[in-house]
């Protein structure tokens, strides 16, 4: 069944879409009075992009899970191993790798953008009028563009998630290797299976299934590390860090 377009959104969702756009512009002038961005994005200014180059340091030293603790599946480090400069990674420093590295933050910025454009196509399909509107305030909004000043891998896998489960790719196969990519970005996602199953769609939950395993067989004989007992003893640790109380885990 298609989504009615009613008139309403013909001024109500551009007028947020510009609303979003307008924040951001205000985000830009505030980092250029202050050279750092508003809450909520991150308070410690020297610490954009961050969080790709210290995962980036760790696909290239030994000890992700024994040393680092990461509850990153394999994929990760193998993908950016792939999307990095190896000579950067001699450095100590993750500023300093940060400004050497810029196949990494190219990469990161070409997902973020290719995201807006992915998005754009799948809402094209749902409704032509509304498709413009809708990619530009979900892949600009809040949740993408902290992912992006973060440097989060979130951004790479939200590019596998529109693709696995959205209306791209014809190939059943081709989606469901596109969510087992994004499952193997950030487990939790495993839990979009799930609904396939209420639905009766009994082949694409195993073929979906099927391909987060293969795809962790694959990189984790790539990378050399990161066993199933391992993600799940870091995620236990880490799950036991975290309190209310503490200023960090608030933010």
Known sequence: ?????????????PL????IIGAIIRAVFYFREYAHFPQPFFYEPFDVWMDWF???YWAYEKGAYDA?????PPLSFVFLRVFS????????SGYVIRECDWVGLATLHGFFLLN??????SYRKVDRRS?????????LGLPSLYALERGNLVVVCFTCLILGFGPLLRSARLRWIAAGLAINFKVYLIAGLFPQLLRRRWLW????????IIVYIISYGLFGDGTPLQLYDNIADVSGLYQAVTFLDLW
């Open 16 to 19: 947020l879409t510009l609303v």
């Open 85 to 92: 400069l190896g000579r950067c990674y001699n450095e100590t």
């Open 68 to 72: 680092w603790g990461t509850i990153y």
């Open 1 to 13: 069944m298609r989504f009615r377009f009613r008139p309403v959104n013909r001024w109500l969702e």
């Open 116 to 121: 807006i454009v992915l998005l754009w196509l």
């Open 131 to 139: 498709a413009l509107w809708r990619a530009l305030a979900l892949g």
């Open 54 to 56: 210290n995962t980036s």
């Open 205 to 212: 939950f195993e073929g979906a299934l099927l391909a987060t």
